[in-house]
């Protein structure tokens, strides 16, 4: 069963950090792209950043910049969304997605997309 999921999101105080995982099974994630996505209460859900089959980053937000970086570490078959310097506008559902092809922000234009975790930024 081909299944992908976000964890190890929770609550964290403004200024800190969270180290998100995006876990494939069923799949290789060698050849695929990984964007991750946010929904924040009321908002659309947005592309933030995706990183390439070779590790190349895409930005597809600029308050991210800076604060987010993505890994991989296809031995493991996870991706990994490290947030530093997290603000109260971080808060949000974030989810990753996979896509055999270049980074793309189009949640729709995904292979497999996976089912998100909690980040709450508060004090």
């Known amino acids: 069963e081909v299944q992908l999921q976000a964890f190890g999101g929770g609550l964290v105080q403004p200024g800190g950090y969270l180290r998100l995982s995006c876990a494939a099974s069923?799949?290789?994630?060698?050849?695929?792209?990984i964007t991750w996505f946010r929904q924040a209460p009321g908002k659309e859900r947005e592309g933030i950043i995706c990183?390439?089959?070779?590790?190349?980053?895409?930005?597809?937000?600029?308050?991210?910049?800076g604060r987010f970086t993505v890994s991989r570490d296809n031995a493991k078959n996870t991706v990994y969304l490290q947030m530093n310097s997290l603000k109260p506008e971080d808060t949000a559902v974030y989810s990753c997605a996979a896509r055999n092809y270049i980074c793309?922000?189009?949640?729709?234009?995904?292979?497999?997309r996976g089912k998100g975790t909690q980040v709450t930024v508060s004090s």
């Open positions: 793309s922000g189009d949640y729709w234009g995904m292979n497999y």
């Open positions: 069923g799949f290789s994630l060698d050849y695929y792209t």
């Open positions: 990183i390439q089959m070779r590790g190349d980053t895409v930005y597809y937000t600029n308050p991210v910049k």
